[in-house]
Each structure stands twice: as structure tokens, then as C-alpha cells.
């Protein structure tokens, strides 16, 4: 008879369900799981976006150096340009601005803009001077 009980109270164990324990366990498994995919997606975005970032400083930086090696007489007017490295940029755009300083010097900006991770807009501008005679 006491093996007959024992399966009793063993069906009746099984047909209750899950205990309290079992529950908060399941639980705390589910919520540190969710808790390492957000950090996961969320560093990706960061990730992405920093990498963004640093190809828009080098297209501006690229762009600077090209006018700083024509000289002051060479500059051309203000307005957008082209570079291959844009493409790695999701609607990426870039235009120089060039503006008098003074008599014989000009400031001349290079600004990249582009579509970040989270689909706001993103912008970089670096700036120089350029001397009519000599430099800065």
C-alpha cells in the first residue's frame, strides 16, 4: 500500500504544476536574457554609428587637405563634393563652405552628414584657414 501512496502523491505533485521557485527561476533566466540582447543591439548601434562617425571625419579631413594643397588661390567656390568613401555612408552627403576671414585669409569647412543608426540625421564639419601667402 505504501507504494501505491507514494505514486498518488507523486501524480498529485505532477498536476499541480509549477512551484514558486520554478517560477522566479524561469523568470530571472527570461529576464537576463532579454536584458543581454538589448545591450547586445544596442552596442551594435553604437558600434555602427561610431564607425560612421570616423569615415565622415576622414572624408572631411581628406577634403581639407586636397584644399589646403591648392592653395589659397585655388579654392573654389562653396558646395557639395563627391568622394567614394560617401557610399559607406547611408544618405550621405558632403559640401564645403568657404568664407572670407579677413583680407588674406579665408575659413573653409568640410561637413559630412549622413543617417544614423536610429535614423536621425548625423553631422561632422572640421574647419581650416587658409592664408592668401604663407600659413597658419
Known amino acids: 500500500m505504501s507504494t501505491r501512496k507514494s505514486r498518488e502523491v507523486t501524480a498529485e505533485r505532477a498536476a499541480r504544476g509549477f512551484t514558486l521557485i520554478e517560477m522566479l527561476v524561469a523568470l530571472f533566466i527570461m529576464s537576463v536574457t532579454v536584458a543581454f540582447v538589448t545591450i547586445v543591439t544596442g552596442t551594435i548601434k553604437v558600434t555602427r554609428?561610431?564607425?560612421?562617425?570616423?569615415?565622415?571625419?576622414?572624408?572631411?579631413?581628406?577634403?581639407?587637405?586636397?584644399?589646403?594643397?591648392?592653395?589659397?588661390?585655388?579654392?573654389?567656390?562653396?558646395g557639395s563634393f563627391s568622394d567614394p568613401a560617401l557610399t559607406a555612408l547611408p544618405q550621405?552627403?558632403?559640401?564645403?563652405?568657404?568664407?572670407d576671414w579677413n583680407a588674406k585669409t579665408k575659413r573653409v569647412s568640410a561637413g559630412v552628414s549622413w543617417q544614423g543608426a536610429d535614423g536621425l540625421a548625423r553631422f561632422v564639419s572640421l574647419s581650416t584657414l587658409i592664408t592668401e601667402s604663407g600659413g597658419l
Do not use: Q
Not at 572624408?59 to 567656390?77: C, H, S, V
Not at 550621405?92 to 568664407?99: P, Q
Open 49 to 78: 554609428d561610431a564607425t560612421y562617425e570616423n569615415a565622415a571625419f576622414r572624408i572631411a579631413d581628406n577634403k581639407l587637405d586636397e584644399l589646403r594643397a591648392g592653395g589659397y588661390a585655388a579654392l573654389p567656390a562653396s
Open 92 to 99: 550621405g552627403v558632403a559640401s564645403t563652405s568657404i568664407t
